[in-house]
């Protein structure tokens, strides 16, 4: 191991590193022709607009309190776009030009709609778009504006930048059918030679602080850390996980020469951003090391970019108050979500149906008390699935809770996540075994579930979007068939319903968990 790393915790203030506030063992730094670096990172915003607007704040904090002796970047490492509603790609667009960012990876969900219209979108980018194992056909007008890797230089020093799409990209996007023109290298095991050779290449320009920008996921990410020579940091994405601080073996490792390998992820949906601040020796090894993680939601709406927002998605339409929000659960995966409560009630209620039910992942933004608008709701539900109404039996309906369930608690992040529901009741244990449910009828009175027999000739009216219904590889439903004999479909998704259901009310409106999914120890 070439020496010891030294990592410092995070600062109460996020943008003091250790550049300031460590004493002149910083003098001998200054003299061994060091180089001392300060990124800003995001990933898997996912279109959240609304906290687009907080980060420019936070961006403009950084450009401000980031020490001038450190080399200042920003990189997204993908998912920063939706990309079924095109103002919302725009929005994206717009976003990572005003707020100075210098690249970013193509994601899945900037895969969401057809190539050439993502293109045009972004046609004014400011930024680069990487994706070393994406060979898009020379006829691709995506073949033009993506690049493997890219030499950024600041202050007079160089960067060597890389970029790597999801592997499992056909797995994450509903347009199959452009995805064979992008030829993606499904393979990561291919990858990883590919890798080691565009370091090298920086390697031989005499470039040695390589950084990549990685949509892989944390397990692919570990995978490179361990396999590839000359990489200093990973700005990780696709997993949403949240990696605070350094830790080794968790996001500090070491390669076969014993230089450290810095790998960030900062979570999901825009609630967090990252500061990693660094310093190298003059051989590119990262000799000291600090990762500051911030609350994006601490920042107030910046007023520049909520006018150049609203310009491009219109101006928002006032639904109603809400006059109390239950906090937004920490584990939002593994327990009931008052917020998630919240929507299935009102697709219940408006769409007239026994149950509704919805995916735990599909919310990304949450209810705050006040005043509430039609941006508000859209972005709490993003992804533009459609509403629908199916019949299922109750067999189907509690083999596909249970399912969810113990596939959710094998995991510590509990995904894919629970089925959040209205109109049923109940009770799982740590094994994610279904103890007891119950249906909750329209007038409350509640008849029992058999848990060990539920009833393959019972029907009941669902209310969901076509992505639970539909999905099978974990993060639904596993209804296909259903869908495909649909009693109603719409063609909107569920920020339509609840916006009704508000105006619908009657009583100040609260948002508050019931005690409808309950965890027991067991």
């Known amino acids: 191991m070439l020496g010891s790393i ?36 995001i990933n898997d915003l996912h279109g959240q607009n609304i906290r ?10 950084f450009d401000r309190f980031t020490p001038s002796g450190s080399d200042k970047m920003k990189f997204a490492s993908g998912d920063i776009m939706l990309g079924e509603d095109p103002k919302h790609v725009k929005v994206a667009d717009e976003f990572l030009n005003i707020s100075g960012f210098l690249a970013t990876v193509l994601g899945n969900h900037e895969c969401d709609m ?8 972004i046609k004014d980018k400011k930024y680069k778009l990487l994706g070393m194992n994406l060979n898009p056909s020379d006829s691709n007008p995506i073949h033009n504006i993506i690049e493997k890797s890219y030499i950024q230089e600041i202050n007079g020093h160089k960067y060597g930048i890389i970029g790597l799409v999801p592997p499992d990209l056909h797995i994450h996007v ?21 890798l080691q050779k565009e370091v090298d290449k920086f390697a031989a320009q005499g470039i040695n602080k390589i950084i990549v920008l990685s949509h892989a996921g944390y397990r692919q990410d570990v995978k490179i850390a361990k396999s590839v ?56 090894v990262i000799t000291k090391v600090q990762n500051n993680m ?4 601490v920042y107030g709406r910046n007023l520049v970019a909520r006018n150049m927002f609203e310009n491009i998605l219109g101006k928002p339409e006032k639904v109603g108050e809400l006059k109390y929000v239950e906090k937004y659960p920490a584990d939002a995966m593994g327990q009931e979500n008052p917020h998630c409560d919240f929507i299935v009630d009102a697709l219940r209620s408006e769409l007239g149906t026994d149950i509704a039910v919805m995916n735990s992942a599909n919310i990304r933004g949450q209810f705050e008390a006040g005043r509430i608008d039609t941006r508000d709701l859209a972005i709490i539900s993003p992804f533009a699935n459609k509403v629908v109404v199916i019949n299922a039996t109750e067999e189907e309906i509690f083999n596909a809770i249970a399912n969810r369930a113990k596939a959710s608690m ?74 495909e004999t649909a009693l109603k479909k719409f063609d909107y998704d569920k920020d339509i319903v609840v916006g009704e259901y508000i105006k619908h009310q009657t009583k100040p409106i609260e948002i508050r968990s019931d005690g409808r999914i309950t965890k027991v120890e067991g």
């Open 6 to 41: 030294n990592s410092y915790s995070s600062n109460t203030n996020l943008f003091r590193s250790f550049l300031e506030n460590k004493q002149q063992t910083d003098n001998q730094s200054q003299t061994n022709n060091s180089v001392k670096a300060s990124i800003f990172y």
């Open 229 to 284: 020579k000359g990489i200093d940091v990973i700005l990780g994405a696709h997993t949403h996980t949240l990696l605070e601080g350094v830790e080794e073996n968790k996001n500090l490792f070491y390669s076969s020469t014993g230089e450290p390998i810095v790998i960030t992820q900062a979570g999901r949906d825009g609630k967090q951003f990252g500061v990693l601040n660094l310093e190298f020796n003059k051989d590119g």
């Open 410 to 483: 094998k995991s510590n992040s509990h995904r894919p996540g629970l089925v959040q529901v209205s109109g049923l009741r109940y009770t799982f244990n740590n094994n994610g075994d279904i103890l007891s449910m119950t249906f909750i009828d329209k007038e409350g009175k509640e008849t029992p579930i058999d848990v060990k027999n539920p009833r393959k000739d019972k029907m009941y009216t669902v209310a969901s979007d076509d992505f639970c219904v539909g999905n099978t590889d974990g993060g639904g439903l596993s209804l296909p068939h259903r869908l």
């Open 294 to 297: 911030g609350k994006t939601d």
């Open 174 to 194: 509903k347009l199959q059918e452009h995805l064979p023109d992008l030829h993606i290298e499904e393979d990561f095991e291919k990858s990883i030679p590919e």
């Open 114 to 121: 057809p190539t050439p219209q993502f293109v045009d979108l």
């Open 52 to 61: 687009m607007e907080r980060l420019v704040n936070a961006v403009n904090q």
